[in-house]
């Protein structure tokens, strides 16, 4: 017999191991089909701009776009001696457009960035352009200031127009590279990023600390509770919850404010005089007294769905075999919850290095992180291009946090309400 | 829950001690939003409560600020309002139909790549609001949607979707596939047995993940700053901008209403919530 006749054929009279195959097949693509919408509108909407953001970082088109004659008429120049009269007549021409267009103060800028004192050349340039009579630029501009002899000043330009460019991340970590190519740090009194960076993890860090500590032992309460309190006791963890941000931050502003109701009190119980009213707001400690209570139940929730879990008898079982209730504790019910903590932690940790409204409004000037710098540059220095790269790197360590995240307890069994 | 009467003394110190951090705890987190209630009512403009306030005078609260939040000339919170609402329920609605369609997906045993598409799906929930914000800046100024309504409903779905997929997957995840291959095998197409069946049992997950979603909208501040023009105010820009630059009474009387809708939608996500373990034969 030959092994066709043998497989088991279908009512269509396909071979059964094939329908099955095809059938398998079409439930894949239909179950792909129903995430599809979804998936191609975050691709398109979410996910692309944010890898937009890595070719914003580095691209940096500003000065190429403003002098392009002179870099097309680079583009022969080797470098070693001076550029040919082409290079300069491109030159002079827009850098004529720039000043008629007022705005050569950026290229000044920017070029000064590269080579110390070339500020000063260019506004020269600008001033006596004006009397520049036709042909022969390179002699003229010559004229003008004896640094234009100087090749090292016509290489700073070409060296302003790579493709791309990682400074702007450099810039982030406070450093840049100087006229020789070297990676060095910016003067020890411009080193703001680094505060800020340090502070963040540090304010993250204790936030994180402060909702550990005071989430465990409510969720402890709450799960161990009978049901008729402990419903009522998890609406105060529900409610800051479902409360709206702004309207908590609110109340911590009017609160923490000098004559704020935890003022009034700290004078009531006599620890601080009425005319020294400690400052709580605008600075690190608003900060930190109102994030720990905004992010609290983003902590006492995993806490609490894993200590639910937790037989009670397993304690029981422990002190009948010996145990103390702190050697008990210790031995058995803190290690099964472990996996909360983890959570918890991390979940609040991520949400706090990302902050931004209430720093924004509490942190005043010592208090504000990272969020509120790259807002900064979006919105006021519109330097769209180091905002995109503080972004990236604030993502890339936040995406580090979720994959441990994801290795400890997995993202689907992150629980709500 | 009471001491067992052999409780040694320093056990039972213990414990009080215990009680007492833990209504600390609670005070400390339920107590600021009742500051907001009484200064609301306040008679002056000041953020404290006044000598008239401590003695119970009637004459030093009034309604004030509530009628300056309606009928105050020039007032924001009324088109604020409005543009808020729009925003929040068509966004809720675009965050439910996709995030629901995603989870139904998702939960089929013969999805292919899982966990990536999970991840990829509930990233927006993880990914720092702030770098969201420039990233979904950057494409609706690219597209021509930025200050539109529908650029910050896109805006509002992106995020509020996360939280429907998360809700309806875990509802799924109790659901019983022998019912739609019965309601098949007696000749209802795939649409009506969604509709028939699926999507009533489902339905609480599903509502629950709306209201995560709508809340999300309606509380979201950091890409609609990035996002709205003048047009486009909504709620919470109108408190950041009261907070940053003077703060009235008028944003505590807009607040207090905020808490009072919050706890509505605290109490019908409860009900929900206990509705669809009673349906899933979960009992605690």
């Not at chain 2, 659901?175 to 969604?194: K, M, Q, V, W, Y």
Request: charged content about 15%; aromatic content about 12%.
């Amino acid at each position: 017999m030959s092994s066709e006749t043998q497989k088991i054929l279908s009512t269509d009279g396909i071979p059964l191991e094939e329908s099955l195959k095809k059938a398998e097949k079409k439930n894949k693509i239909k179950a792909f089909l129903l995430v599809t919408p979804l998936l191609l509108f975050l691709i398109i909407t979410y996910i692309v701009p944010i890898a937009d953001m890595f070719s914003r970082s580095i691209d940096d088109k500003m000065v190429t776009n403003m002098l392009p004659k002179t870099y097309k008429a680079m583009e022969q120049w080797d470098g070693k001696e001076l550029p040919p009269e082409e290079v300069f007549e491109a030159f002079y021409l827009d850098y004529k457009i720039l000043v008629k267009n007022k705005t050569a103060g950026k290229l000044q800028t920017q070029l000064n960035y590269e080579k110390n004192g070339f500020k000063s050349v260019l506004k020269k340039l600008a001033r006596k352009q004006k009397k520049f009579e036709e042909g022969n630029y390179k002699e003229q501009i010559m004229k003008v200031h004896k640094r234009w002899r100087n090749v090292e000043y016509w290489r700073a330009i070409k060296r302003r127009a790579p493709a791309y460019t990682y400074s702007k991340y450099l810039k982030g970590v406070d450093m840049y590279s100087n006229e020789d190519g070297k990676i060095v740090q910016v003067s020890e009194d411009r080193r703001i990023h680094r505060i800020l960076w340090s502070r963040t993890l540090e304010v993250a860090f204790f936030v994180t600390l402060f909702c550990f500590l005071m989430a465990y032992p409510i969720a402890h309460l709450l799960a161990t509770l009978p049901m008729k309190y402990s419903n009522l006791l998890m609406i105060c963890v529900l409610l800051p919850f479902w409360t709206s941000l702004l309207v908590r931050t609110a109340s911590w502003m009017i609160l923490l404010q000098q004559q704020g109701i935890v003022n009034d009190f700290f004078v009531w119980i006599g620890l601080v005089a009425d005319d020294n009213r400690p400052e709580m707001m605008y600075n690190k400690t608003g900060t930190y007294v109102a994030m720990t209570q905004i992010l609290l139940p983003f902590m006492v929730l995993p806490l609490y769905s894993v200590m639910k879990t937790i037989s009670p008898s397993l304690m029981r079982a422990g002190k009948s075999l010996g145990a103390t209730p702190v050697v008990a504790f210790f031995k058995v019910y803190f290690p099964l919850t472990i996996p909360g903590i983890g959570a918890g932690c991390l979940l609040v940790f991520i949400l706090a290095i990302g902050y931004y409204i209430t720093p924004a409004l509490v942190g005043g000037a010592s208090g504000t992180l990272i969020s509120n710098q790259i807002a900064y540059h979006m919105k006021s220095t519109l330097d769209w291009s180091f905002a995109s790269a503080m972004g990236l790197m604030l993502l890339t360590g936040v995406l580090v946090i979720y994959w441990i995240y994801n290795k400890l307890v997995g993202v689907d069994n992150i629980k709500l309400g | 829950m009471a001491l067992p009467k052999y409780t040694e003394p320093h056990y039972r110190i213990w414990h009080y001690f215990y009680l007492f951090v833990c209504g600390c705890v609670f005070f400390f987190l339920i107590a600021p939003l009742f500051v907001i209630f009484p200064l609301s009512f306040n008679a002056e403009e000041f953020l404290v409560f006044t000598d008239g306030m401590k003695r119970l005078d009637p004459d030093a609260f009034s309604t004030r600020w509530y009628k300056d939040m309606v009928y105050g000339t020039k007032n924001p919170w009324g088109l604020a309002a409005k543009n808020s609402f729009i925003i929040a329920i068509f966004a809720t609605i675009g965050s439910i139909i996709l995030g629901t369609l995603a989870a139904l997906g998702l939960s089929s045993r013969h999805m292919p790549y899982k966990g990536l598409i999970m991840a990829t799906l509930i990233s927006p929930m993880i990914v720092p609001l702030i770098i969201s914000g420039v990233a979904i800046f950057f494409f609706m100024a690219k597209v021509g949607l930025a200050a539109t309504h529908l650029g910050i409903i896109l805006a509002h779905i992106i995020l509020g979707t996360p939280f429907v997929v998360i809700t309806v997957t875990a509802t799924l995840s109790g659901f019983d596939h022998s019912i739609t291959r019965a309601a098949s095998s007696l000749g209802s197409n795939p649409f009506n047995t969604f509709m028939k069946i699926t999507l009533p049992l489902i339905l609480p997950g599903v509502i629950s993940g709306g209201l995560f979603a709508f809340v999300t909208s309606f509380d979201e501040v950091v890409v609609v700053l990035f996002l709205a023009g003048l047009d486009n105010t909504t709620i919470p820009i109108q408190m950041w901008t009261g907070l940053r630059e003077q703060l009235s009474p008028t944003i505590l009387a807009v607040a207090t209403c905020l808490i009072v809708l919050s706890v509505l939608i605290l109490l019908t996500a409860e009900l929900l919530r206990r509705r669809s373990e009673r349906l899933r034969g979960i009992n605690r």
